[in-house]
């Protein structure tokens, strides 16, 4: 499923995109998946892109949040959690530094 959503982001050119490992320290999800677009519509674009792979790999999304408003998007799959944010967005509330107890990992390894 990570690897999926991953390539799902990159096509749509999604930005900086991070794969954190959390299931050490959360029972929410095993990856946390954040990535950034430049406007609402690449945001809404990226996140239809991850729906429509997930959903053709038969990945039941559980949760969508923040569509509306594409400013930040949050898609739970279960496993892994996608965030979806606009540049400023991702630069305010910086999860990468609120989880950075969780290991960020190469898409690779995944």
Do not use: P
């Amino acid at each position: 499923m990570a690897q999926l959503a991953f390539k799902a982001l990159d096509e749509k050119k999604g930005e900086d995109i991070k794969v954190i490992d959390i299931s050490k320290v959360s029972i929410l999800a095993d990856y946390f998946i954040i990535a950034n677009g430049n406007n609402e519509s690449q945001v809404r674009a990226m996140v239809d892109s991850i729906e429509e792979e997930l959903g053709k790999a038969g990945c039941e999304l559980k949760q969508r949040e923040g569509y509306d408003t594409g400013s930040w998007v949050l898609l739970d799959f279960g496993d892994i959690i996608v965030h979806v944010f606009d540049k400023e967005n991702r630069l305010f509330y910086d999860l990468e530094r609120i989880w950075r107890d969780g290991r960020e990992v190469d898409i690779s390894e995944v």
